[in-house]
């Protein structure tokens, strides 16, 4: 399979829990991004990784958030002490050249 | 005001119609435009990739690009039922570097009937 992977796609979690999200990039794609996805609306962007250097965060990701890209390869989204209010789908996307991002199919999070 | 408007919808056409969907935006340094198609609880799938104004055309799809009315459309021929899905428009300002990052139209579902 060459296309991007997500683990979980689902995960439900009780509020004030830690939860850990894992993106496979498409092999040799040196950008990875992430998103968030709500109910009706279009992804928002969360990161973003050249390699393993993060370069930019949205305002969205607060301190609760934190990302890595190890060696440039995979990526993890960790969100610590879940609200209810971080209920959303999160996408990741890769892209190598002429910014053609691709995303996988995402990881659903329920926060009860 | 949101940098990129699109239609909600739902839109609903019957089988073999074309149709027509659109996004504008606020951002005039956007250069990269993109529509991609989203099923239900899945990822969006890239469709059509264009650079400034101009058209661009793959298959049943054509992908069109107005930056001076700040415009973009995807026009869908002989639509089909498997057309049915959520379409979003995204545009950057740049290929690489921070200026990268997407920013999305919030969707236009389509109904394509029988």
């Known amino acids: 399979d060459t296309g991007v992977s997500q683990d979980p796609r689902h995960k439900i979690t009780k509020r004030g829990q830690n939860v850990t999200f894992r993106c496979d990039p498409i092999s040799e794609h040196n950008r990875l991004y992430w998103y968030r996805q709500t109910l009706g609306q279009g992804p928002e962007f969360l990161t973003y990784f050249q390699n393993e250097a993060q370069l930019e965060k949205s305002r969205l990701l607060s301190d609760r958030f934190s990302a890595e890209r190890p060696k440039g390869s995979f990526s993890t989204l960790e969100i610590q002490r879940t609200e209810q209010g971080d209920s959303a789908m999160y996408l990741c996307a890769s892209s190598l050249l002429h910014n053609e991002q691709f995303f996988g199919p995402g990881t659903r999070l329920t926060v009860l | 005001q949101k940098e990129v408007e699109q239609d909600p919808g739902p839109l609903s056409v019957p089988e073999g119609a074309i149709v027509s969907l659109n996004c504008t935006y606020s951002?005039?340094?956007?250069?990269?435009f993109m529509w991609y198609r989203q099923y239900s609880r899945k990822g969006p799938e890239l469709l059509m990739y264009t650079y400034s104004s101009g058209n661009k055309e793959d298959g049943r799809f054509t992908a069109q690009v107005d930056k001076s009315s700040k415009y973009i459309s995807l026009f869908i021929r002989d639509s089909q039922p498997s057309d049915s899905a959520t379409y979003l428009c995204a545009m950057t300002r740049e290929k690489t570097g921070t200026a990268s990052k997407l920013t999305f139209g919030t969707g236009t579902r389509l109904q394509v009937t029988l």
């Open positions: 951002n005039s340094a956007f250069q990269y």
